[in-house]
């Protein structure tokens, strides 16, 4: 089993930004992706940012440049600095790893709200 624990949401202005972070515990493989996906009102969930293992990376067109994921393999973590965050950035943002390679688990955090409001 693995626990994502998430921290780092809030309300912040246009222009702002904000820093998530999410801690894997449990039975961490070392091949693995960890990110983000977001669900705002009346939309799908979305992948926002992600990172294997090796420090691929996949993201939003809409926030690249942005948004920048990183993570601490020795301690399972990851994260998420956001900047110039803009009203359409509001959603539930859910921490996510795919623990393996392609037959891995899937495992969500509980979410995190980020509003973006002045």
């Known amino acids: 089993q693995v626990q994502l624990v998430e921290s780092g949401g809030g309300l912040v202005q246009p222009g702002g930004s904000l820093r998530l972070s999410c801690a894997a515990s449990?039975?961490?493989?070392?091949?693995?992706?960890m990110g983000w996906y977001r669900q705002a009102p009346g939309k799908e969930r979305e992948l926002v940012a992600s990172m294997s293992n090796t420090g691929d990376t996949n993201y939003l067109s809409s926030v690249k440049g942005r948004f920048t994921v990183s993570r601490d393999n020795a301690r399972n973590t990851v994260y998420l600095q956001m900047y110039s965050l803009n009203p359409e950035d509001t959603a539930v943002y859910y921490c996510h790893i795919l623990n393996g390679g392609w037959s891995g688990d899937h495992y969500w955090g509980q979410g995190t709200q980020v509003t973006v409001s002045s």
């Open positions: 449990g039975s961490i493989f070392s091949i693995n992706v």
